[in-house]
């Protein structure tokens, strides 16, 4: 099976561009979340999506951020506009709940490494 | 207080010799207990899960569970270089299905 999907792995932008970041979960899981890592700072969560609704968006920093989850397999994490604060690695993760068999873990994409000159 | 804290190293052990990760976490509703690897430019991986009081073993990895201390460790035995990676500890409540991540623990196992 495909693991978490996200694009683009790389983007370079410039202080006020608009900045959109894709990811596809695997089919199947119902929860969505995204990360955003500096060595600063960490690992810390942004946003989680359960059945393509927001439950919890207290990490978002600022009205600049936004994020959508229009269908079950894809959500986009918007910034706009961009400042050098938010160079970071984006990572979104989807996970099933914890139950039975399944230990609800984490599965993450590969990342989205933004710089913002 | 952060939710999890963790020692952010490097923890520096020789090749062979057994690392020993720590982790205390401050919500005692906090029900499942994660570890995860990441290499340098890489995305997170799990390594280790545990949810009840104890020890759980799976190849070189043991995880310990210390609800009453709120304390989860993570020993890794017969520790090679490819054991080099910052290790995560995550804690999650079951009902809001809500991950809290540590900043992270750097191992250096020398050659």
């Known amino acids: 099976d495909a693991g978490v999907i996200q694009s683009p792995r790389h983007e370079v932008t410039e202080m006020g561009q608009e900045v959109t970041l894709r990811c596809k979960p695997i089919?199947?899981?119902?929860?969505l979340f995204w990360y955003r890592q500096t060595m600063m700072r960490g690992l810390e969560l942004l946003i989680y999506?359960?059945?393509?609704?927001?439950?919890?968006d207290s990490g978002m920093p600022e009205d600049r951020f936004s994020a959508k989850m229009p269908n079950a397999s894809f959500s986009t994490l918007k910034i706009q506009p961009s400042e050098p604060r938010d160079s970071a690695v984006y990572f979104c993760?989807?996970?099933?709940?914890?139950?039975?068999?399944?230990?609800?873990?984490?599965?993450f994409g590969e990342g989205s490494r933004l710089t913002v000159l | 207080q952060k939710e999890v804290e963790q020692n952010s190293g490097p923890l520096s052990v020789p090749e062979g010799a057994i690392a020993s990760l720590n982790c205390t976490y401050s919500?005692?509703?906090?029900?499942?207990f994660f570890w995860y690897r990441q290499y340098s430019g890489k995305s997170p991986e799990l390594i280790m899960f545990?949810?009840?009081?104890g020890d759980k073993e799976d190849g070189r990895f043991t995880a310990q569970l210390n609800k009453a201390s709120q304390y989860v460790s993570l020993l890794i035995r017969d520790s090679q270089p490819s054991d080099s990676a910052t290790y995560l500890c995550?804690?999650?409540?079951?009902?809001?299905?809500?991950?809290?991540f540590g900043s992270g623990t750097k191992l250096n196992v020398k050659p």
């Open positions: 999506f359960n059945n393509n609704v927001p439950i919890d």
């Open positions: 089919s199947g899981h119902d929860y």
């Open positions: 545990i949810y009840s009081n």
């Open positions: 993760a989807s996970s099933f709940p914890f139950q039975g068999e399944n230990t609800g873990e984490l599965f």
């Open positions: 919500d005692r509703g906090s029900q499942s």
């Open positions: 995550a804690v999650k409540k079951v009902s809001f299905n809500k991950f809290y």
